[in-house]
């Protein structure tokens, strides 16, 4: 199968591939089009964008269970002891 993207014609595989529409700001399609070289393809640029978000979100959610855990086992974090902490390591 071929498809045309930006007046050029490339074979696809069509594999279990669903297809979205994403509309893009004139900001975004310049950041897309600095992307899309080094990741293979404007597609394959909006793939990876959004893997590092769900990954992401995933470390988010980790982070977050591990202090709920710290709150549970230690009780709540100190602000003061904080405010310390980035003062002396700032």
């Known amino acids: 199968m071929t498809y045309t993207v930006a007046d050029e014609t490339r074979s696809c595989y069509t594999g279990a591939m669903g297809t979205t529409t994403v509309r893009l700001d004139d900001e975004d399609e310049a950041l897309l089009d600095m992307l ?8 394959s640029a909006i793939r990876h964008a959004l ?3 769900a990954a992401d979100r995933t470390r988010r959610n980790a982070l977050h269970s591990s202090v709920a855990e710290w709150d549970a086992e230690k009780g709540p974090i100190d602000e003061t ?3 310390a902490m980035a003062e002396r390591y700032a």
């Open 36 to 43: 899309a070289p080094e990741y293979g393809g404007r597609s």
């Open 51 to 53: 893997r590092h978000l």
């Open 81 to 83: 002891e904080v405010a």
